[in-house]
């Protein structure tokens, strides 16, 4: 099937084409007439699958002969603002040949540019929740025309606390709308707000439930956890990997391992919740362009990201909620190309990996690195106990081994591109 079998203008085709696609993905080519007709949907794709075309496309369609209003005929909700902006571009890159205006609002930037767009009138609009629950309540954003509602990523919407700021904008808008709903995952409170939100949905699913993408290579390199940035560092160094995308469980411990792999003579930077957005997008920025080869994020940073191609995920700390395994390795593997996840596991991690391999229903296959074997760690320089004073007390840690006073024991969290498919 091609995009023009699937009912779009000529002015979007002109568009897909210009991307350089000419072939609908699966979750493309199901949900697009679906949109058209005007149906609420439910759909379920893995990260990779081009979910947001699937939106994107339709939604332009239905818009592109209507009414001109000032105030904004869709709305499209994100978790983060790195995803904001990505919808943008697709609804940019997109709708070049339609007369409809967008824009994207979303925090950690200032608020007067984007109360000046609004005045000046949109017809679809991007956001994160908790901005543009800040434009209403200055009353700066309308949302009483409201065709088409899109929650994208919904699942993490909900991991990351955002229901009640959800549950306050759908009280915004006109209770007639079509309500588009996308999730890699669908867990038992994504089907309560299913239940809630959508009239009769379509639904559309063309990944197995939490399913991985089946061009990823998993792979499980146990280590100490003493002993796990030097194994980092030789992987990328010893395999030439040139981008790299590096999860950790904290912000604190992101930071830490980017300076620690600047140390080690790789460019790396991170990114996570407290980066400033204009530090956030420099960092991307970076990293796609491959002036930073290592890219260490937390979870919620990452969660959206569309680097095309993306050959290595490395898992350096594994998540403790197991659906964020399958989201953060789909950041590889996307729209056709092969991709490799890596997770490095130290002893006090078996439970999160016997968990993420129920999850999987899989085994992840277990490869020890020479010269990492487990076991045999010796503290780096930045982890070398306090020298002892003469009359230091000692006390026992647990486990029986002795712990200065006033130091806490260190917990666990211490090819070229595939054309045919959108990616975004």
Same mark, same amino acid.
């Given at each position: 099937?091609?995009?023009?079998?699937?009912?779009?203008?000529?002015?979007?085709?002109?568009?897909?084409? @210009?991307?350089?696609?000419?072939?609908?993905?699966?979750?493309?080519?199901?949900?697009?007439?679906?949109?058209?007709?005007?149906? !609420?949907?439910?759909?379920?794709?893995?990260?990779?699958?081009?979910?947001?075309?699937?939106?994107?496309?339709?939604?332009?369609?239905?818009?592109?002969?209507?009414?001109?209003?000032?105030?904004?005929?869709?709305?499209?909700?994100?978790?983060?603002?790195?995803?904001?902006?990505?919808?943008?571009?697709?609804?940019?890159?997109?709708?070049?040949?339609?007369?409809?205006?967008?824009?994207?609002?979303?925090?950690?930037?200032?608020?007067?540019?984007?109360?000046?767009?609004?005045?000046?009138?949109?017809?679809?609009?991007?956001?994160?929740?908790?901005?543009?629950?800040?434009?209403?309540?200055?009353?700066?954003?309308?949302?009483?025309?409201?065709?088409?509602?899109?929650?994208?990523? /919904?699942?993490?919407?909900? !991991?990351?606390?955002?229901?009640?700021?959800?549950?306050?904008?759908?009280?915004?808008?006109?209770?007639?709308?079509?309500?588009?709903?996308?999730?890699?995952?669908?867990?038992?409170?994504?089907?309560?707000?299913?239940?809630?939100?959508?009239?009769?949905?379509?639904?559309?699913?063309?990944?197995?439930?939490?399913?991985?993408?089946?061009?990823?290579?998993?792979?499980?390199?146990?280590?100490?956890?003493?002993?796990?940035?030097?194994?980092?560092?030789?992987?990328?160094?010893?395999?030439?990997?040139?981008?790299?995308?590096?999860?950790?469980?904290?912000?604190?411990?992101?930071?830490?391992?980017?300076?620690?792999?600047?140390?080690?003579?790789?460019?790396?930077? /991170?990114?996570?919740?407290?980066?400033?957005?204009?530090?956030?997008?420099?960092?991307?920025?970076?990293?796609?362009?491959?002036?930073?080869?290592?890219?260490?994020?937390? !979870?919620?940073?990452?969660?959206?990201?569309?680097?095309? @191609?993306?050959?290595?995920?490395?898992?350096? @700390?594994?998540?403790?909620?197991?659906?964020?395994?399958?989201?953060?390795?789909?950041?590889?593997?996307?729209?056709?190309?092969?991709?490799?996840?890596?997770?490095?596991?130290?002893?006090?991690?078996?439970?999160?990996?016997?968990?993420?391999?129920?999850?999987?229903?899989?085994?992840?296959?277990?490869?020890?690195?020479?010269?990492?074997?487990?076991?045999?760690?010796?503290?780096?320089?930045?982890?070398?106990?306090?020298?002892?004073?003469?009359?230091?007390?000692?006390?026992?840690?647990?486990?029986?081994?002795?712990?200065?006073?006033?130091?806490?024991?260190?917990?666990?969290?211490?090819?070229?591109?595939?054309?045919?498919?959108?990616?975004?």
């Amino acid at each position: 099937m091609s995009f023009a079998k699937l009912g779009l203008s000529a002015e979007i085709l002109q568009a897909v084409a @210009e991307q350089g696609y000419t072939v609908p993905t699966p979750v493309q080519a199901q949900a697009i007439p679906i949109v058209l007709a005007g149906r !609420d949907l439910l759909a379920g794709a893995q990260t990779g699958t081009g979910k947001t075309a699937g939106f994107t496309l339709p939604l332009l369609e239905r818009l592109r002969h209507g009414p001109a209003h000032k105030s904004p005929r869709a709305l499209v909700l994100t978790p983060t603002r790195e995803l904001a902006a990505q919808v943008q571009e697709s609804v940019r890159a997109y709708g070049k040949y339609l007369p409809l205006r967008s824009a994207v609002i979303f925090g950690g930037v200032g608020i007067n540019p984007q109360i000046e767009a609004l005045r000046r009138g949109v017809d679809i609009l991007v956001a994160t929740p908790g901005r543009l629950l800040d434009h209403a309540a200055q009353r700066t954003v309308d949302l009483s025309r409201i065709e088409i509602l899109v929650l994208d990523e /919904a699942d993490r919407m909900l !991991d990351m606390g955002f229901i009640h700021d959800i549950r306050k904008v759908l009280a915004l808008l006109p209770p007639r709308r079509q309500n588009l709903l996308f999730s890699a995952t669908f867990s038992d409170e994504i089907r309560r707000l299913t239940d809630r939100l959508l009239d009769n949905p379509a639904s559309v699913e063309v990944a197995a439930r939490n399913s991985t993408a089946e061009r990823v290579r998993q792979l499980v390199h146990p280590v100490d956890k003493a002993r796990k940035r030097a194994l980092l560092s030789h992987l990328i160094s010893r395999g030439d990997w040139r981008q790299v995308l590096v999860f950790t469980r904290t912000k604190h411990g992101a930071n830490r391992l980017a300076e620690q792999l600047q140390r080690d003579g790789l460019t790396a930077a /991170a990114i996570h919740g407290n980066k400033s957005q204009n530090a956030r997008t420099k960092a991307l920025n970076d990293f796609k362009l491959g002036s930073v080869r290592v890219l260490v994020a937390t !979870d919620i940073a990452a969660r959206g990201l569309d680097i095309h @191609e993306l050959p290595h995920v490395v898992n350096y @700390e594994l998540p403790n909620v197991p659906e964020d395994y399958v989201h953060r390795i789909g950041r590889t593997g996307r729209a056709g190309a092969e991709g490799e996840a890596v997770s490095l596991v130290s002893a006090d991690e078996s439970k999160q990996l016997a968990a993420i391999q129920r999850l999987l229903k899989q085994d992840i296959r277990v490869s020890i690195v020479p010269g990492y074997e487990p076991g045999t760690a010796a503290p780096e320089p930045d982890q070398q106990p306090a020298p002892r004073t003469q009359h230091a007390h000692r006390t026992a840690a647990p486990g029986g081994r002795p712990q200065q006073p006033g130091r806490r024991r260190r917990g666990a969290s211490g090819s070229r591109r595939s054309r045919g498919v959108p990616t975004a």
